[in-house]
């Protein structure tokens, strides 16, 4: 069975204080790794696809990763509007369900 | 253009009782997929359909149940409701590339159903 780790559960960081994110897989056959946004009340928010190992993705402050293990979230000099909880997804190449981790709340004090 | 549209969106029922949720997905997308999250558990894949086939389930009881219609809305039913299902009920929308589907969901803000 497909399994995703989030790593740590939560992090509070200042702003301005550039941290990472981690993401644990195991996937029989991986077709995509996908990050998403959550703020409170709301849906997640797409941000990134990674398709394999090697591949990086920037968006703003975002920069997504990818191993063959493993997929981090590097957030630079980050902002207060930077916090929610930030999701990470394996999608099964074989039978293609999506397997979602519990995700990493993130905090930026001002 | 408009979002993925859910409703209603708070719901209270109590133990027992069944309840229908709805999705409107965003137009021009065939896919549409349904999780429950919770606190303690995450975000958990229910099913999925594409042009009113189930594509895939998740490991949730057969009181779960879903259908999606010829214009892609879709909905779920969750009969006997539990205390244990009191969670929000998230659905998602995407679209085809290249005939493969894609892991950008688009998600509706979500049902929040309370069981008492």
């Known amino acids: 069975e497909d399994q995703v780790t989030q790593s740590p559960e939560a992090l509070r960081l200042q702003e301005g204080e550039s941290s990472s994110l981690n993401c644990s897989y195991t996937?029989?056959?991986?077709?995509?790794l996908f990050w998403y946004r959550q703020d409170p009340g709301k849906g997640p928010e797409f941000l990134f696809t990674?398709?394999?190992a090697g591949e990086e993705k920037e968006k703003e402050r975002l920069k997504a990763t990818l191993t063959k293990k493993e997929s981090f979230l590097h957030i630079t000099a980050p902002k207060p509007e930077d916090s929610a909880t930030y999701l990470c997804a394996v999608r099964n190449f074989g039978n293609e369900k999506l397997t979602f981790g519990t995700g990493t709340r993130l905090t930026i004090i001002p | 253009k408009a979002g993925v549209t859910q409703t209603p969106r708070y719901l209270i029922k109590t133990r027992g009782q069944q309840v229908t949720l709805s999705c409107s997905p965003i137009?021009?997308?065939?896919?549409v997929s349904w999780y429950q999250q919770t606190p303690g558990q995450g975000l958990q894949f229910l099913f999925e359909?594409?042009?009113?086939?189930?594509?895939n389930k998740g490991n949730f009881p057969g009181r779960f149940s879903g259908r999606q219609f010829s214009n892609s809305r879709s909905e779920m039913n969750v009969s006997t409701l539990e205390l244990g299902d009191s969670a929000l009920y998230l659905c998602?929308?995407?679209?085809?590339?290249?005939?493969?589907?894609?892991?950008?969901?688009?998600f509706g803000e979500g049902s929040r159903l309370t069981v008492l």
């Open positions: 996937v029989s056959g991986l077709r995509g």
């Open positions: 137009s021009g997308h065939r896919s």
């Open positions: 359909y594409f042009s009113e086939t189930q594509r």
């Open positions: 998602a929308s995407s679209s085809l590339a290249g005939g493969l589907f894609t892991g950008e969901l688009f």
């Open positions: 990674l398709y394999s």
